[in-house]
């Protein structure tokens, strides 16, 4: 019985370090009207009423990119990194042919949800990855870009 209760306390500590689970997503064809930041893009959704705007943001699941601005970075290599990740994500989405948008739920800040940009069939979230530009986040505190 002890050793039942110790290997219960020990998957359980060890579940609070996996990687969540990848919520459930429906994905559309909107168009992307703007890039707000690197991990951040906004999209035509003329599906909402009046008199809301008909344009809601993305945040891309599961990733943090560096801030670009000075109000929210950390230090001036924080600020540049941002800049080149937003440029990335411009980049990226003014290259594709394809655009959609997959929603997973509504960010916690509310105003946004969460999902990814497909562009030719290919995650933003693992573009942004694998080039450099984001790290995997999932909550918590983030590491810094100033390092």
Not at 23 to 28: F, G, I, K, M
Not at 34 to 47: L, S
């Amino acid at each position: 019985m002890k050793k039942l209760l110790t290997l219960s306390l020990i998957l359980l500590s060890l579940s609070a370090f996996a990687v969540p689970k990848v919520p459930a997503s429906v994905t559309y064809d909107y168009p992307v009207t703007r890039i707000i930041d690197g991990d951040t893009v906004a999209f035509k959704a003329a599906f909402l009423p009046l008199p809301l705007k008909p344009e809601l943001s993305i945040r891309i699941w599961g990733v943090d990119t560096p801030e670009k601005t000075l109000s929210q970075a950390k230090c001036p290599a924080e600020i540049e990194k941002g800049k080149a990740a937003s440029k990335f994500t411009a980049a990226a989405v003014n290259a594709a042919t394809k655009r959609q948008v997959t929603i997973m739920t509504w960010d916690k800040y509310g105003g946004r949800v969460l999902g990814d940009v497909l562009l030719d069939g290919k995650s933003l979230r693992e573009m942004l990855i694998a080039s450099g530009f984001a790290r995997e986040y999932y909550g918590g505190a983030k590491a810094s870009w100033c390092n």
